[in-house]
């Protein structure tokens, strides 16, 4: 256990991913040799290693098998990041469109592991912290340390306020943002033992604006905004960072699906409908969505040597929609 002082000192130089690994296996019990040489063979055929010293680090993130998540995780893969990825893997009450599949779970992780580093792929809710903590305890034993968490498992729902069922409320707030605090809960600990760390929250273009058809899902973004502040502060002194992500309409089966095409877009409930919709109506920028690589390129920038000195920030993925805000 380590002393007040060792723990708040804001001057303590961060461990690199190896140093820390030895230190964090060591204290685990784990045979730290095992993890590293793993490790380093592992991420020897990483594209771009080390540009940004990510060689041999280890990211977290949830809601992984595909979308944001998935590419994020490549995103951090190529530059030689070993992966875990936290996925339910299966469809739920209450959401109203088919979420990730096992099979794309481990298509997933072929598509990681092709980048020439390890990749470990767990069936789990966000909502179950008891699963989550057992999840963030086999990475560290496995990997040797955890230097970055992206909180992005979430779910959407659209439609008039007052005709959602109580359980499509309870369940976007219990995905979204319980599931989100329950993420940082079971990850902050071992940030601070190790005196480093990076956590990426995403939120949502509707996390700093209203929308009168996404109420409820609005209310979530805006929570994980405290969250990801509230931790930067919490975190700061142990030389962990937490940022938000802000992105509108990415093409993901979250929005690329009948339910939300058929509300968003009725006049022609097909993506190239909802594209026209957002270049011709509402996006400031001549674009209609973003692709997740393009939302994975900032979850990068955050896990890197140079974002690492950014915290309680929130950054906006907008097409320009930002510019609308008043500050
Ligand atoms: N796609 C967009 O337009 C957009 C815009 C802004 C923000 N976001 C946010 O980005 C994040 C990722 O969304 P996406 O677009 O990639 O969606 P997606 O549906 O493609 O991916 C979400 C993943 O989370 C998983 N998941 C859902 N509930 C879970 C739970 N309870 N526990 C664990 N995993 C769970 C799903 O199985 C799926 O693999 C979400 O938080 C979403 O709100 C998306």
């Not at 998540?69 to 109203?96: Q, R, T, W």
């Not at 057992?134 to 729902?157: K, Y």
């Amino acid at each position: 256990m380590q002393s007040k002082n060792e723990t708040n000192n804001p001057t303590k130089e961060p461990e690199s991913p190896s140093r820390r690994r030895a230190i964090l296996t060591a204290g685990a019990g784990v045979v730290a040799a095992v993890g590293a040489t793993s490790q380093t063979s592992a991420a020897e055929g990483a594209t771009n290693k080390n540009a940004l010293n990510m060689d041999g680090a280890t990211s977290l993130l949830t809601g992984g098998a595909r979308g944001i998540g998935l590419a994020s995780a490549i995103a951090l893969a190529k530059e030689g990041s070993n992966i875990v990825l936290y996925d339910v893997a299966e469809d739920l009450p209450g959401v109203n469109y088919p979420l990730a599949r096992e099979s794309d779970l481990s298509e997933a992780r072929e598509k990681i592991e092709s980048h020439g580093v390890k990749c470990s792929v767990y069936k789990g809710d966000v909502r179950d912290r008891n699963r989550m903590s057992q999840v963030v305890g086999e990475t560290v034993e496995q990997f040797g340390s955890l230097d970055h968490v992206v909180v992005n498992a979430g779910v959407t729902q659209i439609g008039m306020i007052e005709y959602f069922t109580d359980e499509e409320v309870q369940t976007v707030i219990d995905i979204n943002v319980t599931g989100a605090v329950r993420t940082v809960q079971s990850v902050v600990p071992i940030m601070r033992e190790q005196n480093s760390g990076g956590i990426t929250i995403i939120s949502s273009v509707l996390g700093r604006q209203g929308e009168e058809w996404f109420p409820i899902y609005s209310s979530t973004k805006w929570a994980v905004i405290g969250l990801a502040k509230s931790t930067a502060l919490i975190m700061g002194k142990h030389n962990v960072t937490c940022n938000a992500i802000c992105p509108t309409v990415v093409k993901t089966d979250l929005m690329n699906n009948d339910y939300v095409l058929g509300a968003m877009s009725p006049q022609n409930p097909t993506w190239d409908g909802l594209e026209d919709l957002m270049t011709q109506w509402r996006n400031p920028l001549p674009m209609g969505a973003y692709e997740p690589a393009d939302i994975g390129e900032i979850v990068r920038y955050f896990a890197s040597e140079q974002g690492r000195k950014i915290t309680g920030e929130v950054f906006g993925v907008t097409a320009g929609l930002f510019a609308r805000n008043t500050a």
